[in-house]
């Protein structure tokens, strides 16, 4: 059972401006995971941040599942080891990620732009990847560029 407590906190932190949001999660010592300051409040990100807040100084790899990310400028973000099962990002962008290891199991990735990502070692089972433009994909076998490219991925060759 989680504490009205911590829910109360996170709506708090969630209805807060960005700078107000990164001075807390460097009070915390978690201000790598800037991410969370872009975050819009609703019933999915308060789940989320609710994992971030609870117990900061645990935090290893960024656990994000079922977070709405949607419509997000994330360029350079490091989601290493991340949990992105479920995750809405449709729309978004997120050049240049560090990806690596991440899993995208049922993640919605439509019309989003991972130009430049690094994404050695991720899972792609039933992503939704419509018009998701990967650019050169960094890190990605064969078999996945082929798989993302047959469920409607975008793979640009830059010169």
Same mark, same amino acid.
């Given at each position: 059972?989680?504490?009205?407590?911590?829910?109360?906190?996170?709506?708090?932190?969630?209805?807060?401006?960005?700078?107000?949001?990164?001075? =807390?999660?460097?009070?915390?010592?978690?201000?790598?995971?800037?991410?969370?300051?872009?975050?819009?409040?609703?019933?999915?990100?308060?789940?989320?941040?609710?994992?971030?807040?609870?117990?900061?100084?645990?935090?290893?790899?960024?656990?994000?599942?079922?977070?709405?990310?949607?419509?997000?400028?994330?360029?350079?973000?490091?989601?290493?080891?991340?949990?992105?099962?479920?995750?809405?990002?449709?729309?978004?962008?997120?050049?240049?990620?560090?990806?690596?290891?991440?899993?995208? =199991?049922?993640?919605?990735?439509?019309?989003?732009?991972?130009?430049?990502?690094?994404?050695?070692?991720?899972?792609?089972?039933?992503?939704?990847?419509?018009?998701?433009?990967?650019?050169?994909?960094?890190?990605? =076998?064969?078999?996945?560029?082929?798989?993302?490219?047959?469920?409607?991925?975008?793979?640009?060759?830059?010169?």
């Amino acid at each position: 059972m989680v504490s009205n407590n911590l829910r109360n906190s996170t709506i708090q932190f969630l209805e807060q401006s960005p700078q107000e949001r990164l001075q =807390t999660l460097k009070q915390l010592g978690i201000a790598r995971y800037d991410f969370l300051t872009k975050m819009r409040l609703n019933e999915a990100n308060i789940i989320c941040v609710m994992r971030f807040l609870q117990n900061p100084t645990q935090l290893k790899f960024p656990n994000l599942i079922g977070a709405d990310l949607s419509g997000l400028i994330l360029d350079e973000v490091n989601f290493i080891r991340g949990n992105l099962s479920e995750v809405n990002l449709r729309g978004s962008r997120l050049i240049n990620a560090d990806l690596i290891f991440a899993n995208f =199991t049922r993640a919605d990735l439509r019309n989003a732009n991972l130009s430049g990502a690094t994404l050695n070692q991720t899972v792609w089972l039933n992503a939704f990847v419509e018009g998701c433009e990967f650019g050169e994909g960094i890190g990605l =076998t064969q078999y996945q560029r082929d798989d993302l490219r047959l469920r409607g991925a975008k793979f640009t060759v830059t010169s």
